[in-house]
């Protein structure tokens, strides 16, 4: 799976955890995010660069993190087609994915730790929208995504 991955300033040192276990476990990681420690990318940029690679299709799923990840997040959600929730626990993370077919994670560089957010990343990348579902719930996720794309078309 080719995953993109985005920060900002505040949050340099986690993406770059994120990415080299992501990287160590298969997955090709296109960074379009702050490069190095000294560079100023702001959070809006961050989100814009990745919300258009999961727009285009060049990337399945995102990983997009600030320092709380509830900005980035807002930023990337205005983007047709992005789905992005931020996320503080490993459980929720693995959820978004499974439960609500989202395509980004975000998380805050000031809120997880390294090892947190590596395998919060690892969960969320794993995780299969409805799989294992009864065939009952499988069709109303079906049905309540149907109807965020729909809210979304009215926009």
Not at 17 to 45: I, P, R, S
Not at 74 to 80: E, G, L
């Amino acid at each position: 799976m080719k995953v993109g991955i985005a920060c900002e300033s505040s949050s340099f040192l986690l993406k770059e955890a994120v990415k080299k276990h992501l990287t160590g476990l298969g997955y090709e990681v296109v960074d379009v995010g702050q490069q190095t420690a000294e560079d100023n990318v702001l959070y809006f940029e961050a989100a814009a660069n990745l919300a258009k690679l999961i727009q285009s299709g060049e990337c399945q799923r995102g990983i997009a993190i600030c320092g709380t990840g509830a900005g980035i997040s807002m930023v990337c959600n205005k983007f047709r087609g992005v789905y992005c929730v931020a996320c503080e626990s490993v459980f929720t993370a693995e959820k978004i994915s499974l439960i609500n077919n989202a395509n980004v994670l975000a998380m805050g560089g000031r809120v997880v730790s390294w090892d947190m957010g590596c395998e919060m990343a690892e969960k969320f990348l794993a995780g299969k929208w409805c799989e294992g579902f009864a065939e009952q719930r499988r069709l109303n996720n079906e049905k309540g995504y149907a109807v965020l794309q729909e809210i979304e078309g009215g926009m």
